[in-house]
């Protein structure tokens, strides 16, 4: 689809004599349904000088005009013209509201990010539309944010049904994911399955993996941001779709017309219910609620709400049921000063739940994080060569590491609570993008943190404060034992930890076609995830930063060459990136982790580093279109010992991380066929991820024990899948409201059986001979979806 323009041409009606200029700006929104003209590319033409800027999330516009009176005609492709007359002596605010060009209804959402924008100093940065997102064949018929961005360079995740995703060699918990800004702990439903993000109700993603803005911070690897969409100001409007193994539904529409909007969405699966016809007595099911509130003030001021709640549901027989999930919400209040300030102020909520039940043992387990943030942000447009950023947050933890307790009056289990833990990080930053000539634009930034430990908690304390003791008889990490206890009362400082985190980014620009830029960050984050496996678990805790758990720090280097070429046809990404991290989470070899009091006692920092190159080559335009993306890259860890006796992780010596992929290759292709049939297919290929396999084994105690040498010394064998789709679009009655489509796929069309993990056995009826299996979760899996609005 061609990338929606936005071409303001200023003819001058006069010839003004004083050459002073004034800001015109307000806001571009439809006339449907009021919904901003949000994230275009914006053209302003002054008697044939042309200024090229952005429309922001809202579909605000700034643009510095000379005075006089001047004719304007407004146009962007896929909407009627707009000409008037203005007179500018002064800051003016002029809004525009345009009505849909009915021929050009289909065509203006495909590819609206995919031109590059070679001025701008943004790099390492991937943009896609929910109909981009909607075209990408995945697993199980649902489209899905999470894995749409796995086919993009630099992203890779563990494997077939895992949760989370991998940034440039990150883990996953060093992603920072925002629903409308406000953090989101656990991105995935049934394990992996199924992502927490209904594609409904999304206006566009944003992914940062590198240069990322001094607005943003609390992770080290990259940020995703995912916008809802707003409900429609003008009339009433149905989407939902029916699928094999879950559907959903999204109503729209006005409560006051113009002025006061409401969306709902929600989904569910319903694979649990074919198995009442069977003799298995378990369930499994996810659903999910959004909704998004917009109140349009006036022309300066807009109050948004948005809300999300999810839960995952599992129970076997009557021995074991979990249920976790997300709860989000967000009040955040726009207003615009003057033409040249405007601000946004949000309060915003985040709980995420975990409850597992195990009757054969009789105990419930529950655990958890919430955090209330409050952020402020101001955007100045100084002039038309310089714009800032400027805001502050402040962010509060309670962190419930798990409660365990009997389920049963017979149960042998005694309650026990591990103490809540509870922080405050706080933040202010300024962040400055600036025009130095026609050829150098430079986005340059700091951001302050601050993160205190609080109490109310009970600290041990340790012999030279060593949470973990080294045995030189054994050459192995033991729990030290600790010598004291000393109790924080409520909201005391237990420890606090300052940062500097500076920003940067240029863009030199080649030609109007091409240009080259560089960019810096170093980021800090203050809370960790405490987990052993290779992907995100929802029994995962998370631990905040104290006496004994340093913050992480790393800083990223990345330069790249970017290129629109054949009139934006075609657009080419180069990025190479280095990384370097310290105070990385590491675990002494059997560390228990769940349950655990004194988490400290196993764990152990080292340092990281991860470098690599990537492409990605889009063709936008045209019945085929779709892109290619290449990665090679490494993902390294080093834990050494704090002194020269011990032997550290690994004999010292650095390790492929869980997330290295040394190869990754995407290649997505859309086919416009006609009018009533499109066609899609993605293929990847990805080297086998890091695994700790047994050299060999010994005989001890009548036992056969297996003996392993370095840690992620094997690697999986390669990971590889196509996938293919078709959308069937019936011909529209022009008398009903009424649209539908079908949409028939197939995952892993050629039936490849990925290895989701390999164990190690015994020859039935031998005492030496060892075989190793394999298990698999998917084979060829066929779906097909009914789509439908009115």
Do not use: C
């Amino acid at each position: 689809m061609k990338k929606t323009l936005l071409i303001v041409s200023i003819l001058s009606a006069s010839m003004a004599f004083s050459q002073n200029k004034f800001n015109v700006s307000g806001k571009i929104t439809q006339v449907t349904n009021n919904k901003p003209i949000a994230l275009t590319s914006v053209s302003f033409y002054l008697d044939n000088s042309e200024t090229i800027t952005q429309t922001d999330e809202l579909g605000n516009y700034n643009l510095s005009i000379e005075s006089g009176t001047h004719q304007l005609t407004l146009y962007v492709e896929g909407f009627q013209y707009i000409t008037q007359k203005i007179d500018v002596n002064q800051n003016t605010i002029l809004n525009f509201s345009l009505k849909t060009d009915a021929q050009a209804l289909d065509e203006i959402v495909i590819n609206t990010t995919n031109k590059i924008n070679i001025r701008k100093p943004e790099m390492s940065v991937n943009k896609l539309t929910a109909a981009e997102i909607k075209k990408a064949p995945v697993v199980l018929g649902e489209t899905d944010v999470l894995k749409t961005i796995l086919l993009l360079p630099g992203v890779a995740n563990a494997g077939e049904g895992t949760s989370g995703f991998n940034v440039r060699g990150g883990g996953s918990d060093q992603n920072l994911l925002l629903l409308d800004q406000t953090s989101v702990y656990s991105s995935s439903h049934l394990y992996g399955f199924f992502s927490v993000f209904n594609n409904d109700a999304i206006s566009n993603i944003k992914l940062y993996k590198g240069g990322i803005p001094a607005r943003y911070g609390g992770r080290t690897s990259s940020v995703l941001e995912i916008n809802q969409k707003s409900g429609d100001f003008k009339n009433f409007k149905t989407t939902g779709g029916l699928g094999i193994l879950s559907s959903r539904l999204l109503v729209e529409g006005p409560i006051i017309k113009d002025k006061l909007s409401y969306l709902f969405a929600g989904r569910a699966s319903y694979a649990h219910l074919f198995l009442k016809f069977t003799d298995i007595k378990s369930t499994a099911y996810f659903y999910d609620l959004n909704t998004k509130w917009s109140y349009l003030l006036n022309n300066k001021n807009q109050l948004y709400f948005t809300g999300y709640f999810g839960r995952d549901i599992f129970k076997f027989n009557d021995n074991f049921d979990n249920n976790f999930g997300n709860t989000v919400a967000n009040l955040t209040w726009n207003s615009n000063y003057n033409s040249d300030i405007n601000g946004e102020t949000s309060f915003r909520f985040s709980d995420y739940y975990y409850g597992l039940t195990l009757n054969f043992i009789g105990f419930n387990w529950k655990s958890g994080i919430k955090n209330f943030d409050f952020n402020y942000k101001i955007n100045h447009d100084v002039n038309e060569k310089l714009s800032l950023k400027y805001g502050l947050s402040s962010l509060y933890y309670n962190f419930n590491p798990g409660l365990i307790e009997p389920n049963s009056i017979d149960s042998e289990i005694n309650r026990y609570q591990i103490p809540h833990k509870f922080a405050w990080e706080n933040a202010v930053f300024l962040e400055a993008e600036h025009e130095l000539n026609k050829h150098l634009i430079v986005n340059y930034g700091l951001r302050y943190s601050n993160f205190k430990r609080l109490g109310q908690e009970s600290i041990n304390i340790y012999q030279n404060s060593n949470p973990v003791d080294y045995n030189e008889q054994t050459e192995t990490y033991e729990k030290a034992v600790p010598i004291a206890t000393k109790f924080y009362n409520k909201n005391k400082t237990i420890s606090t930890f300052n940062n500097f985190e500076p920003r940067l980014a240029v863009s030199l620009l080649l030609n109007d076609e091409q240009s080259v830029k560089f960019s810096y960050n170093r980021m800090s984050q203050y809370v960790h995830l405490i987990s052993n496996t290779t992907a995100a678990t929802p029994l995962d805790i998370w631990e905040p930063s104290g006496p004994y758990i340093k913050p992480q720090i790393v800083d990223q280097y990345a330069v790249g060459y970017f290129k629109n070429f054949k009139e934006n046809e075609y657009s080419l990404e180069i990025e190479s990136y280095f990384k370097l991290g310290k105070n990385r989470l590491d675990y002494i070899d059997g560390a228990d982790l769940i349950g655990n009091r004194a988490i400290e006692q196993v764990l152990l920092t080292g340092k990281t580093e991860a470098y690599g190159l990537e492409f990605l080559l889009r063709k936008n335009t045209g019945k085929l279109s779709g892109w290619l993306a290449y990665t090679i890259a490494k993902s390294l860890q080093q834990t050494p010992g704090r002194n020269a006796n011990e032997k550290g992780i690994n004999n010292s010596e650095w390790y492929r991380t869980a997330h290295d992929r040394l190869h990754d290759l995407s290649v997505v292709a859309n086919y416009e066929f006609t009018k009533k049939w499109s066609f899609n297919a993605a293929f990847v290929l990805q080297s086998g991820r890091p695994v700790t396999y047994p050299d060999g084994k010994y005989e001890f105690l009548g036992f056969q024990v297996p003996n392993y040498n370095k840690r992620n010394n094997y690697s999986m064998p390669a990971f590889h899948h196509l996938d293919i789709s078709a959308t069937y679009t019936p011909t529209k009655n022009e008398n009903r409201k009424w649209q539908s489509e079908w949409v028939f796929g197939v995952y892993n069309v050629y039936n490849r059986k990925n290895a989701a993990s390999i164990s190690f056995r015994t020859v039935e009826g031998s005492d030496n001979l060892t075989e190793t299996t394999k298990l698999s979760i998917f084979g060829i899996v066929p779906s097909i979806t009914y789509n439908f609005k009115f």
